[in-house]
């Protein structure tokens, strides 16, 4: 058996990790754009090959798993489906783990998701506008300022899947903070349709969605064209630093409960996001006429004005909670993959360890919005302290080079994992282990992580919040008013911002 | 009793900020804390600083505030005219915010300086903001938070071992984080409250990232008491305690403590309404309104000479005739002081027509002044310190006159009195 892993963050380690760890006894390949050295340590144990190279090049990575004769690709980061590496291995008829091009646009397009989503009447789903230019949004935006529909109180997002970056949520009801947020808000647009200059894939370059409030959390689904199984729902925390202060990032930790919930999330609601997903999976299958066979995530809010709500889509496992679920995955992963393939998922019973997880990001200073001043810091990591304290070590953007010297990436370095009966326990853990000091950053330069994540005031934190929330929501469901919006305008009347926005759609089609 | 504002963005775009408005409505949330002297710092690529005396709405306007530029914002309310934030210009440039006072001088400004000065070398030797910070906390004793903006961008936020002061953490999306005395501002700016700084925590702010560190932890806390009674917002939480809750409590407690017949409760605005409504609750007694105000809100007992309090006071305290005429009322009161004012208050009502006026207090007697600089007239000039409560209710003219207890208050609050600092309702004197 032979597996081709494609992508060198934290999330691709956890995968070649599982791999590594299944009854198969693989051998393992592996293309990344920069060598990955806990990756790199695994595929030389096991005696395949590590290439350096790019990881949007479908050609070149078809013809890899050709040379190498694998017997499957797996596929870790988005932007491979982007560029339709899986579309291509497939064509050498070699069986691939992934979301091909036509797929992943789930996630690639933030709005071509959204549009499915109300077409097909899915639940969870938010009020959005796009717009191809900074003047196009400016205008309509300055349109309705002095008014309050649901304009005022928004997330700008870059249109396409961009790295997680640039998403920013201005919420404007304090009037007499209006002006300081509005040309903060039109100076972002501003930066936005920039930064979304370098894409030409897409011609919608700025979103704008209505903003909402509540508790995320993500469900990650393994999709086999037919049967769609959900795994452990994990907590991602975006902001950059303790408190849920600062700029976005791609995660900077996460944790799961023990079984499939959070300790602020429902079985019900468990079941209401599943199935989200599941029609958003029919949904895209039906529209493209391909089958979906790889892995696929709702990240999810608990909101007010319709409970379980989709806020984005991945068409991939997520980076950092990839590594929480596949550290608790039981089954032989490679026996799921075969299944995948097989078409024969409904058939494999996936087994989770009952543990709760939590996964800390490691990044230097610099990241993550100004990725240059956190590149090319060498840094030394003592894996023993690591093992001793109970903890688990995923290497992420970090370049082994021929030297045998390991410098940072720009992301996130590393992420650093340990299990626990409980959130706060496992987050004690890694706290523990840090107080060590296994990580240092040989040029003096900082680094920072998240001791918060997982730890009971968080936690505590999250569920105060989703209590919140679930009492509105509760009471709209038993009104039957869920997902029901209404604005008006003066001199105007009534407006039905979903009606207005069905009927966009529609006369768009 | 100052109150401190810090706003911070972080992330891309960061400069994009004007935030000058930001600390403007953040100090206007905290001018109950202080209204004799306003500051408002920004940093651009140097600091502004504009220090001017009154409340907030009189010493910034448009003009000004149209003209401050900068990213970083900071500020200061204080019931002291000369409570300016501290610069100290070398070795490391900073400028401090202060709430407390260290143990570094028997006076408070000198102290304060002193502290900043010792910040700055530390600083300066270090060259670790977060390492100096947490070495200054773990050596200078004393009742106080602070917090101090650094000629590189840092901010440096902390509270001392005890906690006696208050200060809390919000964040707005993914741009701003804040420092604030109280979590109504946070409220007011449309921030989430997201963390209570610990006693003895260090936390630093700098444009890549947050840090915090913990010095020793004290075995007990000693949280001002003071705060819940009357300096912090109803709205407020102190500590992680709801402020109107304990207010509520309070009242609830009176009620228990002192069995009164009466017709009617009535609070003195806007402090000891909440009072009011909890002594309601727990004993029947229906509760009215029983004054308006005229003219702006102002804390009475902050103001610095006895005819500016005495004015506060009958602008603030016109009782409502019809609630109070021929009634036998529960008049309760946040705290007294020197009794001038509620003798005023006492006898307004009865001019009204009250018939019995019962007069309860929701702290316990003030008798001893602050060790941490709380604005307490010297011991000659508290009346609980010279009379009995029966002497009181003589001298302001009412038919029985009640503290709370310091059981009561502990109580009330909920913590074990070896959690709070009970100083200022002590006759022994503590420092």
Known sequence: ?509 | MPGIVCIYPFGLGRENWKIARFVYYGLLALQHRGSESCSIITFDKEFNVISKKGSVDEAFNEEILKTLSGFIGAGLVSPKENDLPITVSSPKRLILIYDGKPNLDKNRIEAWRAFAEILSDEIYRTKDSLEAATKVLQEVDGGYSFVALTEDQEVIIARDKYGVKPLEIGSLGFDLGAVVSETSALDVLGMDHVSTVKPGEVIKFDPYSIERRQVERRANHRYCSFEYVYLARPDSAVNGISIYQVREKIGEVLAKERSIEADIVIGVPETAIPFAIGYSKASGVKMSLGFITTGRRVRTALKPSFFERLVGVQLKLNPIKEVVDGKDVVLIDDSVVRGTTLRNTVWNLKKKGARKVHVLIGSPPLCSPCPYGEEIPPPDELVARSLSEKEIAEVVGADTFHFLTLEGLTKAIGLPSNALCLSCWMRGERT
């Open chain 1, 1 to 509: 058996m032979k597996v081709l892993g494609v992508g060198g963050g934290s999330r691709e380690h956890a995968i070649a990790k599982a791999v590594a760890r299944s009854s198969y006894s693989p051998k393992i390949y592996w293309i990344s754009e920069l060598r990955n050295p806990g990756i790199y340590k695994l595929v030389k144990k096991s005696g395949g090959e590590y290439l350096l190279g790019s990881i949007n090049d479908a050609e070149l990575i078809a013809s890899q798993a050709e040379r190498w004769k694998v017997d499957l690709v797996v596929i870790g980061p988005e932007e491979p489906n982007f560029h339709g590496v899986p579309d291509e291995v497939e064509a050498r008829g070699i069986p691939c783990i992934g979301a091909k091009r036509s797929l992943s646009i789930v996630e690639m397009s933030k709005a071509e998701m959204r549009r499915l989503q109300w077409i097909y009447n899915i639940p969870g789903k938010l009020l959005f506008q796009t717009y191809r230019s900074y003047s196009e949004a400016l205008e309509n935006l300055k349109r309705y300022s002095n008014t309050l529909t649901w304009l005022q109180n928004v997330a700008l997002k870059p249109a396409r899947q961009a790295g997680g970056k640039g998403v920013k949520v201005v919420e404007d009801i304090q009037a007499y903070l209006h002006s300081e947020k509005q040309s903060f808000k039109e100076r972002h647009i501003m930066w936005l349709e920039n930064y979304m200059k370098t894409y030409r894939d897409i011609e919608e370059k700025i979103l704008v969605e209505e903003k909402v409030w509540g508790p995320e959390y993500t469900l990650q689904c393994f999709v086999d064209g037919k049967t769609v199984v959900g795994m452990p729902l994990v907590q991602d925390n975006k902001h950059a630093y303790d408190f849920d202060i600062g700029p976005e990032t791609g995660g900077m930790g996460s944790y799961t409960g023990s079984g499939l919930l959070l300790p602020f999330i429902t079985m019900e609601e468990y079941q209401r996001s599943l199935e989200i997903v599941k029609s958003m999976v029919d949904a895209i299958q039906k529209t493209t006429g391909d089958k979906y066979r790889g892995f696929i995530a709702g990240q999810m809010m608990l909101t007010e004005i319709e409970g379980p709500t989709l806020i984005e889509m991945y068409s991939r496992l997520g980076d950092p909670e990839g590594v929480n679920v596949l550290a608790l995955l039981e089954t032989d992963i490679i026996e799921i993959f075969e299944a995948m393939i097989d078409e024969r998922l409904s058939k494999v019973k996936v087994r989770f360890s009952e543990k709760a997880t939590v996964v800390k990001a490691v990044a230097p200073k610099g990241y993550p919005d100004f990725k240059s001043l956190a590149k090319n810091h060498p840094i030394s990591v003592d894996e023993g302290v690591i093992e001793k304290a109970g903890c688990e070590l995923y290497w992420g953007s970090a370049n082994l080079k021929e030297s045998g010297e390991i410098v940072t990436g720009g992301s996130r370095t590393l992420e650093l994992l340990a299990l626990g009966e409980n959130p706060p326990e496992a987050s004690e853990r890694i706290e523990r282990c840090l107080e060590q000091k296994p990580i240092e950053f040989l040029d003096g330069w900082g680094f920072f992580y998240r001791s918060d994540i997982g730890s009971k005031e968080m936690i505590m934190r999250r569920r105060v919040l989703a209590e919140r929330v679930r009492r509105l929501y509760k009471y709209r469901e038993g009104r039957g008013i869920l997902g029901k919006r209404l604005d008006w305008l003066p001199k105007v009347g009534k407006i039905d911002p979903v009606k207005t926005l069905l009927d966009n759609l529609r006369a768009m089609r």
